[in-house]
């Protein structure tokens, strides 16, 4: 339909219908009209799959994906052009037609909640990767919609936080990945983030929203709101947000239609604004269209090979005493608590259902057999005392007292619920309502257990009528759970013996004020690592050739909704891996993690390898990759410190992190990241850019010339090693010295090339005028500065083996339009 089809559409509507078209009909989808034949839209998360209009806890079945730091770790933006690709069919077999994805915010610290869900620290490998992942979905006519629009890079009070940046390290740095998804990419669809940026709600930030997003880049697409993230009427519509979600409206409906006709928002602004919702469901083919898509499970051979793929090219090797890969060896002790279970994603929105889970344990057995593998878990690495699961009566009631009579009724099978919508048997309004659970729990060894629960929402917890967590009333209080709505885990110790059978019950009432409209619960119980865990651990490490320890986080510590606490492994796992490195020289550590960790055993080990969360296939990925039938060709997209006291945050300062008097001010500006580490010369743990492989490459005869919009660097990349493989060569610019402070250097290129042995092949790395610009704030342009700009071309940040100059004769800035 041509932009006159839709503008003789727009004036059939009145302003009711066009008002419908700006805000949700309910959690995932926007109204249809069916007077003029305008279909319904639906938008399903995220990042790593599509979970379809169901809970973030079960639901129906979706391939899982590798998390985005995964991703990242490719350094391969072809890959995340056939995941892109591969997702958009995930979110057709889901009935949706917009994926919200991807997410591009920059890792600025190592403990922020979401890191596992984003890229990079750096904005050039995030917009490389960014784009293609967008090409793949739109090509096949599903809506990407790239966030968190701007400055979400903590989850600490991320509903209310001002995010105060300066303007060049915005333009540089935080904004760039989004205008490459705008000029590279042609976006369909871009979602606010919750915070303020520089005291505004960036739902209502005209300067980000109209003035750079839309008068400067031409963005042409849709602004959603996060979801409950909008936070007025007439100041969203003027500024340019086009929809909020979710529905029903809160802020539009009748109050937009009050607010045109008392003048406070012009009518040409909301036809404006339903012209792009009109636009985009034309571009993803509903507009004017009926065609009812059931959601499906689909598990799809195709997808499950991707993912396989996908999942080793973004394991990172960062330590290899020629140890790895291994070559059949006699035994092997399978250790460590991510070992026999399957950690696949982080936690949050991006949370979905998975087809099923691959064990690192099940991965390894299924190519060695059972003969030679021994298994023990050695310690727990949980944040949470462990699901509570089995049959459970839960009854539904019209109140927050639990009184009267139950209007539903369910079994559920463990104790553990997301309530935003949909439950309840639709019988009970999401903010008005209590749940009665009982059911019986056996035990299988007597002793001191772990009785844990948290909830966004009051709680109180019963073992045989006999209350033993109460949280109710004043007794609750909120803390980072459920999206920062939920209280923090509440742990009573409770002695329990073998072979008895108890009654727990559970009583649940929702909040009276819920700024997310999520209310949950989630009871637990377990017991804590002993020492006799390790020793058995350590005794089967002794006794065979080759210890792998499986070690990390879980997507209870790598969340949406709060920060890590530290960036230390949890509970005694550096403690299992000395103890078992102590008595067996060939010890190898998997991570699973999703952002940096501290290694205090690093040099006692033989083998490291990085492997985040790989989605559903992660124990055959990782299997791949350890028995050699797979490269671990990924490689560092966010610098590992050696402490965390290392990182550009950590000065005490806590107006810098976490936030202070509701601000959180990026001091540091562009120097975070790697460009933190060599601006104050810190030897990071393991540099931005760095993996070893199973190939070894070398870079001869760099060379620098001329191209139509800037300059195309040349180098040869030899593999002199006996396997193939692949190579990240990176170009990194190194600027002039000139009144304009800038980072010793930065990432303006790369390219991943595959070689077999004694192969050369010659790399073009092309940097473009506004890689050698920075941005001039008291001009409003990009200035290129004179001098020297030398590029330095290696395989990491620290790894630097050829360098190039480019000379500048006179400074200059770029005219608009010219990039």
Same mark, same amino acid.
């Given at each position: 339909m041509s932009a006159t089809s839709i503008n003789a559409l727009l004036d059939a509507m009145t302003l009711e219908e066009q008002v419908s078209l700006?805000?949700?009909?309910?959690?995932?989808?926007?109204?249809?009209?069916?007077?003029?034949?305008?279909?319904?839209?639906?938008?399903?998360?995220?990042?790593?799959?599509?979970?379809?209009?169901?809970?973030?806890?079960?639901?129906?079945?979706?391939?899982?994906?590798?998390?985005?730091?995964?991703?990242?770790?490719?350094?391969?933006?072809?890959?995340?052009?056939?995941?892109?690709?591969?997702?958009?069919?995930?979110?057709?077999?889901?009935?949706?037609?917009?994926?919200?994805?991807?997410?591009?915010?920059?890792?600025?610290?190592?403990?922020?909640?979401?890191?596992? !869900?984003?890229?990079?620290?750096?904005?050039?490998?995030?917009?490389?990767?960014?784009?293609?992942?967008?090409?793949?979905?739109?090509?096949?006519?599903?809506?990407?919609?790239?966030?968190?629009?701007?400055?979400?890079?903590?989850?600490?009070?991320?509903?209310?936080?001002?995010?105060?940046?300066?303007?060049?390290?915005?333009?540089?740095?935080y904004l760039y990945p989004f205008e490459q998804a705008v000029k590279q990419a042609d976006t369909w669809a871009i979602m606010s983030s919750y915070n303020k940026l520089n005291g505004v709600y960036t739902s209502e930030n005209e300067w980000l929203l109209s003035k750079v997003l839309r008068d400067e880049w031409g963005f042409e697409g849709i602004v959603m709101s996060d979801w409950f993230g909008s936070q007025s009427t007439a100041p969203t519509i003027n500024s340019g947000l086009n929809l909020e979600m979710p529905g029903p409206s809160r802020d539009r409906g009748n109050k937009l239609i009050a607010a045109v006709n008392e003048g406070a928002v012009d009518p040409e602004r909301v036809r404006f604004l339903a012209h792009g919702m009109l636009t985009l469901l034309e571009r993803v083919g509903v507009l004017q269209t009926h065609t009812e898509r059931e959601e499906q499970s689909l598990d799809r051979p195709e997808h499950r090979e991707l993912i396989r793929v996908a999942g080793a090219e973004a394991t990172v090797l960062l330590k290899n005493d020629n140890l790895l890969p291994l070559d059949h060896p006699s035994s092997i002790a399978v250790l460590g608590p991510n070992a026999d279970s399957a950690q696949i994603m982080g936690g949050g929105s991006a949370q979905l259902n998975p087809h099923y889970a691959i064990t690192p344990l099940a991965g390894l057995t299924a190519q060695l057999g059972e003969e030679s593998i021994v298994y023990a878990q050695g310690c727990s690495n949980r944040r949470y005392e462990p699901l509570i699961t089995g049959a459970f009566q839960a009854d539904y009631f019209t109140n927050r007292e639990l009184s009267g009579d139950p209007v539903y009724t369910e079994?559920?099978?463990?104790?553990?619920?997301?309530?935003?919508?949909?439950?309840?048997?639709?019988?009970?309004?999401?903010?008005?309502?209590?749940?009665?659970? !009982?059911?019986?729990?056996?035990?299988?060894?007597?002793?001191?257990?772990?009785?844990?629960?948290?909830?966004?929402?009051?709680?109180?917890?019963?073992?045989?009528?006999?209350?033993?967590?109460?949280?109710?009333?004043?007794?609750?209080?909120?803390?980072?759970?459920?999206?920062?709505?939920?209280?923090?885990?509440?742990?009573?110790?409770?002695?329990?013996?073998?072979?008895?059978?108890?009654?727990?019950?559970?009583?649940?009432?929702?909040?009276?004020?819920?700024?997310?409209?999520?209310?949950?619960?989630?009871?637990?119980?377990?017991?804590?690592?002993?020492?006799?865990?390790?020793? !058995?651990?350590?005794?089967?490490?002794k006794n065979t050739d080759t210890a792998i320890v499986f070690v990390g986080r879980n997507a209870e510590w790598d969340t949406e909704g709060g920060d890590l606490p530290h960036i230390r492994l949890p509970g005694r796992q550096d403690e299992l891996i000395e103890a078992v490195a102590a008595v067996n020289s060939k010890t190898i550590v998997v991570l699973q993690t999703g952002g940096p960790v501290e290694m205090p055993w690093l040099n006692k080990v033989s083998a490291v390898l990085q492997a985040w969360y790989p989605g559903q296939e992660a124990g055959n990925s990782i299997a791949d990759v350890?028995?050699?039938?797979?490269?671990?060709?990924?490689?560092?997209?966010?610098?590992?410190?050696?402490?965390?006291?290392?990182?550009?945050?950590?000065?005490?300062?806590?107006?810098?992190?976490?936030?202070?008097?509701?601000?959180?001010?990026?001091?540091?500006?562009?120097?975070?990241?790697?460009?933190?580490?060599?601006?104050?010369?810190?030897?990071?743990?393991?540099?931005?850019?760095?993996?070893?492989?199973?190939?070894?490459?070398?870079?001869?005869?760099?060379?620098?010339?001329q191209s139509h919009d800037g300059y195309e660097v040349m180098v040869n990349l030899s593999n002199v090693g006996k396997r193939t493989g692949q190579a990240v060569v990176?170009?990194?610019?190194?600027?002039?010295?000139?009144?304009?402070?800038?980072?010793?250097?930065?990432?303006?290129?790369?390219?991943?090339?595959?070689? !077999?042995?004694?192969?050369?092949?010659?790399?073009?790395?092309?940097?473009?005028?506004?890689?050698?610009?920075?941005?001039?704030?008291?001009?409003?342009?990009?200035?290129?500065?004179?001098?020297?700009?030398?590029?330095?071309?290696?395989?990491?940040?620290?790894?630097?083996?050829?360098?190039v100059n480019i000379e500048i004769a006179e400074p200059f800035f770029l005219e608009d339009g010219s990039f």
């Open positions: 700006l805000s949700g009909q309910d959690f995932w989808s926007i109204a249809s009209i069916q007077r003029l034949g305008i279909g319904e839209l639906r938008v399903t998360d995220g990042p790593n799959g599509a979970r379809g209009s169901g809970s973030l806890i079960g639901g129906n079945k979706s391939a899982c994906f590798p998390c985005g730091i995964a991703l990242g770790a490719t350094w391969n933006p072809e890959l995340l052009y056939c995941i892109g690709s591969a997702i958009a069919d995930e979110v057709k077999s889901k009935g949706a037609h917009v994926s919200l994805a991807p997410t591009v915010n920059l890792q600025r610290t190592a403990t922020n909640g979401r890191n596992f !869900e984003c890229y990079s620290e750096d904005a050039v490998l995030t917009a490389s990767l960014a784009v293609q992942f967008i090409k793949g979905l739109q090509d096949k006519q599903i809506g990407a919609t790239i966030k968190h629009f701007v400055g979400n890079e903590s989850e600490i009070q991320r509903t209310t936080i001002s995010s105060e940046i300066d303007e060049r390290t915005l333009r540089e740095h079994t559920v099978d463990q104790l553990h619920a997301f309530l935003m919508e949909g439950f309840g048997g639709g019988k009970v309004e999401k903010n008005h309502f209590s749940i009665l659970l !009982e059911g019986d729990i056996r035990i299988s060894e007597t002793a001191d257990y772990h009785l844990g629960a948290f909830s966004a929402g009051y709680i109180r917890v019963y073992l045989d009528e006999q209350l033993i967590i109460d949280s109710w009333g004043d007794k609750w209080q909120r803390g980072t759970t459920f999206f920062e709505e939920g209280s923090e885990e509440r742990v009573e110790s409770v002695s329990l013996s073998q072979g008895h059978t108890y009654r727990l019950r559970v009583e649940f009432a929702c909040l009276p004020n819920n700024k997310l409209g999520v209310s949950g619960y989630r009871v637990g119980l377990g017991l804590p690592t002993s020492d006799q865990d390790i020793a !058995e651990a350590v005794e089967i490490a350890l028995l050699g039938k797979q490269e671990p060709s990924g490689r560092l997209a966010q610098t590992f410190p050696v402490a965390y006291e290392d990182t550009p945050i950590a000065n005490g300062d806590a107006q810098v992190y976490p936030g202070r008097e509701g601000k959180i001010v990026y001091q540091e500006g562009e120097f975070f990241g790697y460009r933190h580490y060599d601006e104050h010369d810190i030897e990071p743990l393991f540099a931005f850019g760095f993996g070893l492989g199973y190939a070894q490459f070398s870079l001869q005869d760099a060379q620098a010339e990176q170009a990194y610019l190194v600027p002039p010295t000139g009144e304009a402070k800038r980072a010793p250097q930065a990432l303006k290129s790369f390219v991943k090339a595959s070689l !077999e042995p004694a192969q050369t092949s010659q790399i073009a790395l092309p940097i473009s005028l506004r890689d050698l610009a920075f941005y001039d704030v008291d001009e409003g342009r990009w200035c290129v500065a004179s001098g020297i700009h030398r590029v330095d071309i290696g395989f990491s940040s620290r790894d630097i083996k050829q360098c």
